[in-house]
Structure formats: C-alpha cells, structure tokens
C-alpha cells in the first residue's frame, strides 16, 4: 500500500460487545466488510467505538485487531485522544508500535483548556511521529479549538488533517481559508454534512452510516472528488434521511441498532449508552425498510 493520503471516505467503527465483552471476531468481519465495499479507511475506538467505556486493555487490543484485519489494504487511524496529554501519549506510542497509520486526537474534554493548551497538548503528541487528525466536536469535548488554533496546529509536519464536528460550514471555511488543501485534510464529521464541506475544498469524511452503507458513502465522496457534483448531489440527498436517523438518539446507539437489524452487530451497548427507546426503534425500522436497507 502506498502512504496513505487520508482521503475520502473512512468508518468510525462501532465497537461490538456480545454478553459485556468485545466480540474481536465481529469486529474483524466488519472490517472486512468494509475493505471489500471499497472503504478508504477505517478508524476504531473513536466516538463511535465507545472508547470512554473501554479499559485500557480492550481499547489497546480493539486496535491491534483492527491493525491486523486491514492488514494494509487500508489505512487504519486509531483513536488514541484522552484529557490527559500523557494518556494521549500512551495511547499514541502504542498505536504507533502495533502499526496503526495515523491517529484521531480528539479536544481534551473536560478540562476546558485554552487555545494555548489546546496547542501544546496537540504539538506534544505530534512528538511521537504517528500522522495527526485532529478532531473538532465541542458538543462532546466542550472546548472549540478555533480555526486559527487549527491553522498553527498544520504547520506541523506530523499534523495532517482535522476532522471538523463543530457542524459549522464558516467554521469550515475560515480553517480552509488558512489552510493548505495539501498539507490539512479538512474531514467532514458530521454525514449530512460531508458534502457541503466537500464543496469548500474538504477531502472527505470520517463516517457513522458508512458501517452500514460504505459503498454508498464512498460514491459519494469519490463523485465530489471528481467533481461530478450532480451524482454527489443525487447520493447525497438519497443518504441524508439515514445520515439524520443515526442521530434519533446518541451516537452509537441508533448505528449499532441499524445494525443489528442487518446481522452485523449485536446491539449491545456498554452503561450509560442504553438501547433506542421503543418508538425511536420502530421509527428507524420504519426508514431503514423505506429506503430498502432491510
């Protein structure tokens, strides 16, 4: 494989528990499943892998598995973000030792830093030499990093793209205005949103609905990177009715759900994510039979 250029469509795997424990045969069947749909990447134990449920030995694991069912026939970008810079640490040198081939960085929740610290916390982890996507989502962190923190952030050579979850297309734009298209992969984190963010100069999109659907996400992202804007508009507006039902509830309880009704998960989420409530389960049946999912 050659080096990976973190375009176009990439998984936010779902991490599949069955009976409170990580289903690792489950998890390499869906990465394999992906690989064969034509994914551009996949990315464990961020968001939606439920990494703040997993130990550290599960989440350590959850990525060697995933290291060694791509075996490098796509990039593999482990989540390996924490509030503790030395956890991040951590978790970044072991990414980097079983051959993960970036890692996801998410803000330091909790703590609220400032744009200095968020910068500091994101350069030291860079130290280590494993490629850096960045990733933007103060809804779960509660702190933004701004689009001049993520403009400094891109000088360094080992920070290579930001995945941008603030779900604001200015936000967007103005780190597209201080960014070199070349240098910062610009990745959409929101599915409804990866399109217009493909318009500005984005280069793709860190999924959810592409554990379902990779095929169809990746035609539309690789239709927008060809410039073929009307196939990515029709794909778009066929995806975004699913792209807004994987978020009835909290990601991942709505994608593991969707799933389930497939055979390619379990269901099974760990405390404090809980199932769909009744209607919001029978309301996503509802739309995954409308758009001949199930």
Known sequence: MSKPNFHGAMTALVTPFRDGQVDYDRLKANIQFQI??????????????????????????????????????????AGA???????ALRLTKHAKEVGADACLQVNP??????????YRHFSTIAEVGLPVILYNIPSRSGVAMT???????????????????TGSMDVASEIATLTSRERLAILSGDDSLTLPL????????????????????????????????QEARRLHLELFPLCKAMFIETNPI????????????????????????????AALETILKQHGVI
């Open 36 to 77: 064969a749909q034509g994914i551009d990447g996949v990315v464990p134990v961020g968001t939606t892998g439920e990494s703040p449920t997993l130990s550290h030995d599960e989440h350590d694991k959850v990525i060697e598995v995933a290291v060694e069912a791509a075996g490098g026939k796509v990039p593999v970008i």
């Open 81 to 87: 973000g924490s509030n503790a810079t030395s956890e």
């Open 109 to 118: 929740y909790y703590n609220k830093p400032t744009q200095e610290g968020l």
């Open 147 to 165: 689009p001049q923190t993520v403009a400094r952030l891109a000088q360094h050579p080992n920070i290579v793209g930001v995945k941008e979850a």
């Open 198 to 229: 493909m318009s500005i100069g984005g280069a793709g999109v860190i999924s959810v609905l592409s554990n379902l659907l990779p095929a169809m996400v990746k035609a539309m992202v690789a239709a927008a990177m060809l410039g073929n804007w």
């Open 254 to 281: 709505p994608i593991k759900a969707a799933m389930a009704f497939k055979g390619m998960d379990s269901g099974e989420l760990r405390l404090p994510m809980c199932p769909l409530s009744e209607a919001n389960h």
